[in-house]
């Protein structure tokens, strides 16, 4: 009989509709991954801040139709990577959202009904963080024990260097710059979804990764003497957040006249931080700062080659256990590894 396997992919959520909006905050600041404090005063916080960002968050997901496309893109994914693995066995792709449906409670039952004999974590953040990936496995450990989910479980926790997923990258970098470099030297940013300086000085190893997908990125481009950056996009709050953001870079670039490509590289499909603040707010801000040309590359969705790497990191996952694709003595991802479900088959 073929065995049944099923993929678990992590991702963040996002609001489905201008309603959802404002619980879907709620949800991501009440995170003790997200706001480091004790209850009830997180909550409390989290109520707060969730009410004033709201006005925030309506104008970004108004530019967008009201709300994120972040669940279908995921849901094209999760099609391409059953298609992609079908010769392991009866393999079905789910969804655990963190902070917006569906949620791990949710899909944990549905894992439970498809009875597999094998479940393996994917997350969809090529680099590992607490706040993301971490969280999102501490939230599933709960949601199986509820859900009386008890299948031999492997977790992939980070690819920021997988190959495919740097070529499938590459091939959009190659274009855009080529596209760019006819109006000058092209300052190239490679943009990451910033961090609270504190989490990173915490040990959280993500922007660690961050630099290391950046750096093997511009080594697969092949483009010689390529001007790049490592850069942090979508500040929010009062905390200091890790630097350079990619705002100030724009910034400086478009007021040097240097035509400006921003590659997204820790977002795998699009959203409101590529298609509202990448491509609609920074476009602005490079268009008035004067930059003669301003190309943001896409990410790399249901790329064929990006799936196939995926799919590389599940076979790796199911054939030894908990994979590690940098393996260099838990540097990579302390945490994943001391805290993800992991048993034996
Ligand atoms: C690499 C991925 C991400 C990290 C790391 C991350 C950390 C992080 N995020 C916030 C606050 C917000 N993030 C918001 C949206 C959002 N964040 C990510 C990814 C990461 N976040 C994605 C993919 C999205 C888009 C969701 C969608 O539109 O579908 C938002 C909501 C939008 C807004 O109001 O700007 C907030 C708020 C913090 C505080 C944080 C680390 C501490
Ligand atoms: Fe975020
Ligand atoms: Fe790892």
Redesign the pocket.
């Known amino acids: 009989m073929s065995r049944r396997i099923a993929i678990v992919l992590f991702?963040?959520?996002?609001?489905d509709n201008p309603d959802a909006i404002r619980p879907?905050?709620f949800n991501?600041?009440a995170d003790p991954a997200?706001i480091r404090l004790p209850n009830p005063l997180r909550v409390i916080l989290a109520w707060a801040i969730a009410r004033k960002?709201t006005r925030?968050?309506k104008d970004?997901?108004a530019e967008i139709g009201g709300g994120?496309?972040?669940l279908p893109n995921t849901e094209a994914q999760a099609r391409a990577l059953e298609a992609e693995l079908a010769d392991l066995g009866e393999v079905k792709a789910f969804i655990a959202m963190r902070y917006w449906h569906p949620m791990s409670q949710e899909t944990a039952m549905l894992v439970k009904d498809f009875a597999p004999d094998e479940v393996i974590l994917l997350p969809l953040?090529p680099?590992f963080?607490t706040?993301?990936t971490g969280s999102s496995m501490r939230v599933w450990r709960d949601a199986c024990r509820i859900a009386r989910l008890d299948v031999p479980t492997r977790a992939v926790c980070c690819y920021p260097t997988e190959s495919r997923f740097i070529a499938a990258m590459a091939a959009g970098l190659r274009a855009a710059h080529a596209e760019a470099a006819a109006h000058g030297r092209p300052r190239v940013l490679f943009s990451?979804?910033?961090?609270?300086e504190k989490?990173v000085k915490a040990g959280d190893p993500?922007q660690w990764q961050c630099e290391r997908t950046a750096a093997a990125l511009a080594e697969a481009s092949g483009i010689p003497d390529l001007d790049w950056v490592s850069t942090y996009q979508?500040r929010?709050?009062r905390l200091k957040w890790i630097e350079p953001s990619t705002e100030a870079v724009i910034h400086e670039a478009a007021h040097a006249g240097r035509p400006i490509v921003v590659v997204p590289i820790?977002?795998v499909s699009e959203?409101?931080?590529t298609l509202v603040?990448l491509d609609i707010e920074y476009r602005k801000l490079a268009d008035e700062g004067g930059a003669p040309c301003y190309l943001r590359v896409p990410t790399v969705g249901a790329d064929e080659g990006f799936i196939a790497g995926l799919a590389d990191l599940v076979r790796a996952g199911h054939r030894r256990g908990s994979t590690c694709e940098a393996g260099d003595g838990g540097r990579i991802c302390p945490a994943a590894f001391s805290g993800c479900p992991s048993k034996a088959a």
Do not use: C, D, K, M
């Open positions: 991702n963040l959520g996002g609001p879907f905050l991501l600041f997200i960002r925030v968050a970004i997901y994120s496309p972040l953040y680099q963080s706040t993301t990451a979804h910033g961090l609270p989490i993500y979508s929010v709050g820790a977002f959203h409101s931080e603040e």
